[in-house]
């Protein structure tokens, strides 16, 4: 089955202690992206990559980093979490260059930082 | 500045009855809309979408309407089945390099009632 998996699905942390969010395609997709979803905000783009070893900052990446070493994983790294960070997380992934722009998302990881 | 807008949060329709969704954006250099479906608890979903070449999709009960002179797109849902409740986000992106990128919407919550 065609799909991105996020882990963990939920999260409760504390300031400065740092994380990672796991998420992972089996599509074979080049295109990954991660976005957060605040009440009020809609979906905002943190970082993207095109390809491996190829990475970018999307709309809100301050306190984020990614890492993209192989092309199906695509990791959301929070190296000193705060409480502003506290949000549902989404990993998604698109449909192959040429065609339709369609991403994939994955079921989400809400996090809550203390 | 946002974009793609969708002003309405909320919409309550009755079961049997037309939902209609509104999104507006301000990007000309947007040629290639999509609406995701979002039910609790689950990432977003691929619904529909149009090109800027077209004024109309049509997909079962779901149909997608494109006003470019407007900058305006609408989803319609006809018959509303009580299973459509979700949240539904417009989704922009442009072309060439700019083509990955997908711009959101606040989303609309749609609730249908039996």
């Known amino acids: 089955e065609a799909q991105v998996t996020q882990n963990p699905r939920y999260l409760i942390t504390v300031t400065g202690k740092k994380l990672t969010v796991t998420c992972s395609q089996n599509?074979?997709?080049?295109?990954m992206s991660w976005y957060r979803q605040d009440p009020g905000l809609g979906l905002r783009q943190i970082y993207y990559?095109?390809?491996?070893?190829?990475?970018d900052k999307g709309d809100v990446p301050e306190g984020y980093k990614v890492s993209r070493k192989e092309k199906r994983n695509f990791p959301l790294i929070l190296e000193s979490p705060s409480p502003n960070q506290t949000s549902l997380y989404f990993c998604?992934?698109?449909?192959?260059?040429?065609?339709?722009?369609?991403?994939?998302f994955g079921a989400g990881t809400r996090l809550s930082v203390l | 500045d946002q974009q793609v807008k969708q002003n309405s949060p909320s919409l309550s329709v009755q079961e049997g009855r037309i939902s209609i969704l509104n999104c507006d954006y301000t990007n000309s250099m947007f040629d290639y809309f999509l609406w995701y479906k979002k039910y609790p608890a689950e990432g977003p979903t691929f619904l529909i979408s149009?090109?800027?070449?077209?004024d109309k999709n049509e997909d079962g009960r779901f149909t997608v309407f494109l006003n470019k002179s407007a900058k305006h797109l609408s989803l319609h849902i006809v018959p509303s089945q009580p299973g459509d409740s979700a949240v539904y986000f417009c989704?922009?992106?442009?072309?060439?390099?700019?083509?990955?990128?997908?711009?959101f919407g606040k989303g609309t919550l749609l609730t249908v009632n039996p």
């Open positions: 149009i090109s800027s070449i077209k």
């Open positions: 599509m074979n997709h080049e295109y």
């Open positions: 989704a922009a992106s442009g072309s060439g390099g700019s083509n990955y990128k997908l711009t």
């Open positions: 990559s095109m390809n491996v070893e190829v990475t």
């Open positions: 998604a992934s698109r449909s192959p260059a040429g065609g339709l722009n369609i991403q994939y």
